[in-house]
Nanobody, 124 residues
Framework: QVQLVESGGGLVQAGGSLRLSCVASGSIFSINSMGWYRQAPGKQRDLVAH???????TYVDSVKGRFTISRDTAKNTVLLQMDSLKPEDTAVYYC??????????????????WGQGTQVTVSS
């Protein structure tokens, strides 16, 4: 019904930058909020940044001042600009969206979807 497709991951040296992009498509009526999570090997998946439908943003302390989340509502897209990257930022990054499906799906209420993940590796 809905697909979240991420792009922009890769290998970068410490201090470098990457920009992640996530596009949502499918039977979408509206998107409530979008966010980025990350999961390092052997660790749980944690929130990195979140942006509400009104544009309010939240960041985990470790990325404040380095990462910027933004969204293009018309294009159902969320971006994560990552600057001053550190080796500890290495993880698989996942896009998340909380949304309402088109009425033709018969699904009422907010549902949550995840992207397939994109690897970010920061070398020291």
């Amino acid at each position: 019904q809905v697909q979240l497709v991420e792009s922009g991951g890769g290998l970068v040296q410490a201090g470098g930058s990457l920009r992640l992009s996530c596009v949502a498509s499918g039977s979408i009526f509206s998107i409530n909020s979008m966010g980025w999570y990350r999961q390092a090997p052997g660790k749980q998946r944690d929130l990195v940044a979140h942006i509400s439908s009104g544009g309010s943003t939240t960041y985990v302390d470790s990325v404040k001042g380095r990462f910027t989340i933004s969204r293009d509502t018309a294009k159902n897209t969320v971006l994560l600009q990552m600057d001053s990257l550190k080796p500890e930022d290495t993880a698989v990054y996942y896009c998340n969206a909380e949304l309402r499906l088109d009425r033709t799906t018969g699904v009422i209420g907010l549902v949550e979807y995840w992207g397939q993940g994109t690897q970010v590796t920061v070398s020291s």
